[in-house]
């Protein structure tokens, strides 16, 4: 696999990508379709929803205050913990939440210099 078809392994940790892994890991053990074609499901899944997000979802503006509670910086991967949060969107939408959790990946897919 080239450096330009690598995809973050990000969203199989979204409850959609926990499924899937789940079904497959069924589907394996009921000797149903070979690990290698689970693989090859996941890098497609990996590239899909990757493609999706940054196709079909609408960019819109927004601010946001909050208590930040945790920051870690690895493997060029920011999280942050953030405590009663207040979102501001366009059109003066607002938004509170207790707790949410932000990962920030680098422009740059795994692999490329």
């Known amino acids: ?34 690990p290698q074609l689970a693989m090859k499901i996941l890098s497609t899944f990996d590239r899909s929803i990757s493609e999706a997000l940054t196709d079909k979802v609408k960019s819109t503006r927004l601010s946001f205050k909050g208590h930040l509670d945790t920051y870690r910086f690895c ?15 366009e059109g003066n939408e ?3 939440a207790d707790k949410i959790k932000i990962v ?10």
């Open 75 to 89: 493997d060029d991967v920011w999280t942050f913990i953030i405590l009663d949060v207040h979102f501001k969107m």
């Open 104 to 113: 920030a990946n680098n422009v740059k897919k795994p692999g490329e210099p």
């Open 1 to 34: 696999m080239s450096a330009s078809n690598v995809y973050y392994e990000l969203y199989r940790r979204s409850s959609i990508g926990v499924a899937l892994i789940d079904s497959l890991d069924e589907l394996i053990k009921d000797s149903k379709i070979q």
């Open 94 to 96: 607002a938004i509170v």
